[in-house]
Nanobody, 120 residues
Framework: QVQLVESGGGLVQAGGSLRLSCAAS????????MGWYRQAPGKQRELVAV???????DYTNSVKGRFTISRDNAKSTVYLQMNSLKPEDTAVYYC??????????????WGQGTQVTVSS
């Protein structure tokens, strides 16, 4: 099994910053893509940002220029630096990882979610 543990959510005023972290552990052989999703009340979960094992990144349009995704492969950890936060960024943020286990099985794992609330 592969576990993802998130940290760093909280309450911040509009224009502020937060940094989310997500550490993967377990029977991991390799991790390919790592990403962050979010789900606001009454809305579907959406992809926020994704980063490949080689460092290629992609972002949803609404966060481009404000959010930065990065990863530390040695620590199996992915980060999301969120700047210039807006009230519409309020959501539960979920970490996601896709890879291969030690037993050569593909896996997709999710974190438990961390609340980000941006006040106006």
């Amino acid at each position: 099994q592969v576990q993802l543990v998130e940290s760093g959510g909280g309450l911040v005023q509009a224009g502020g910053s937060l940094r989310l972290s997500c550490a993967a552990s377990g029977v991991i052989f390799s991790i390919n893509n790592m990403g962050w999703y979010r789900q606001a009340p009454g809305k579907q979960r959406e992809l926020v940002a994704v980063i490949s094992s080689g460092g290629t990144t992609d972002y949803t349009n609404s966060v481009k220029g404000r959010f930065t995704i990065s990863r530390d492969n040695a620590k199996s950890t992915v980060y999301l630096q969120m700047n210039s936060l807006k009230p519409e960024d309020t959501a539960v943020y979920y970490c996601n990882a896709e890879g291969v286990s030690i037993r050569q099985h593909d896996f997709t794992s999710w974190g438990q979610g961390t609340q980000v609330t941006v006040s106006s």
